[in-house]
């Protein structure tokens, strides 16, 4: 169902990636990936466009966001800088990964 994907790593992941692409120098690495800036870099994110939603989705208790892809606020793809509490704002949905099964059929009906 995903039509295109984008990560954006916070610092740590960010550097254990640099390290770890396999034949890659640090001078195409910023076209693999974007940066997560906020939270002191703690969390990283997947950018998501599904059909016309933007979804957003992040590790350490972040919230899965969804926008509609014509949406002003919607992140766009491939940035090199995101802020993922600047994302949390300017979402008209959201719902946490608390409950694993309750949150797919969430974002099934969303999606």
Not at 48 to 72: A, E, L, W
Not at 73 to 95: E, F, G, H, N, V
């Amino acid at each position: 169902m995903i039509d295109e994907a984008w990560v954006a790593f916070g610092a740590s992941a960010r550097q254990y990636a640099q390290r770890h692409l396999v034949g890659s120098d640090n001078n195409h690495t910023n076209r693999r990936f974007g940066r997560q800036l906020d939270r002191g870099g703690s969390t990283s994110l997947l950018v998501m466009r599904i059909g016309n939603k933007i979804v957003v989705d992040g590790c350490h208790s972040y919230k899965t966001h969804i926008f509609r892809q014509n949406d002003p606020k919607a992140p766009k793809l491939y940035q090199r800088t995101y802020y993922c509490d600047d994302i949390m704002r300017s979402s008209w949905s959201s719902k946490s990964h608390s409950s694993i099964p309750s949150w797919k059929i969430w974002v099934m009906q969303n999606v």
